[in-house]
């Protein structure tokens, strides 16, 4: 899909009442009001390949790598890892790579160092209060830790995503990250950067 999101950028936040809004608003509702944004939605193709792809359909050992090209830390980081705990609980891929800039260039972007601080403190029970919320915060930080050591969940570093360059440039800029992206493995990127990229026939 191709859409306007990027809610969680803090530099669209200099006050609350956007984020008040949709805290307001039921999730449903809220998807309803964005889905009117979207300029191409193939998010029924997506979800056949995932299903054609599912541990179930094509057996445990065939390789199936969820690639997704970060962008805001902060609740949409935790978004992203309920999105890539969905996948790998339902058979639809056995790995997801992350990759995160490796410099802030905008005041939001992910870091490696995010994932540390959301996974031993900023998703722990002392951020939270309420007998819900804060044995919930506790167990996902767990068991995504458990994902990360698994190597289910695993974080890919390349100066590119950090680079003002194209997607086209990818195999010049980076040779090792163009051979991983490209291989047989990687069968879903899902790019979630502010770049204008250009995709290349090598992945057809």
């Not at 899909?1 to 984020?19: G, I, K, Q, V, Y």
């Not at 891929?93 to 905008?106: A, E, G, L, S």
């Not at 974080?155 to 990818?170: G, H, I, N, Q, Y």
């Not at 990687?186 to 950067?193: H, R």
Request: with cysteine; aromatic share 12%.
């Amino acid at each position: 899909a191709a859409l306007w999101a990027n809610e969680f950028d803090l530099s669209l936040h200099t006050d609350t009442n956007h984020t008040v809004a949709v805290e307001a608003t039921s999730l449903a509702d809220h998807v309803d009001q964005m889905s009117q944004r979207l300029v191409v939605d193939d998010t029924c193709a997506l979800w056949r390949l995932w299903c054609n792809r599912s541990v179930g359909y094509s057996g445990s050992s065939t390789p199936h790598v969820t690639a997704v090209i970060l962008d805001n830390a902060g609740p949409e980081l935790v978004a992203d890892l309920c999105l890539a705990e969905f996948l790998l609980c339902r058979g639809l891929t056995n790995k997801v790579y992350f990759y995160p800039k490796c410099i802030p260039w905008f005041v939001s972007d992910v870091t490696p160092l995010d994932f540390d601080w959301l996974l031993t403190t900023g998703l722990t029970s002392q951020w939270f209060s309420g007998e819900l919320i804060a044995p919930l915060a506790d167990h996902w930080s767990m068991q995504w830790r458990r994902r990360f050591e698994a190597g289910e969940f695993c974080v890919r570093k390349s100066m590119f995503w950090t680079l003002p360059c194209a997607f086209d440039e990818l195999s010049v800029s980076d040779k090792p990250l163009h051979d991983e992206m490209a291989s047989g493995d990687v069968n879903v990127i899902i790019f979630k950067v502010n770049v204008f990229l250009c995709i290349a026939k090598f992945f057809v």
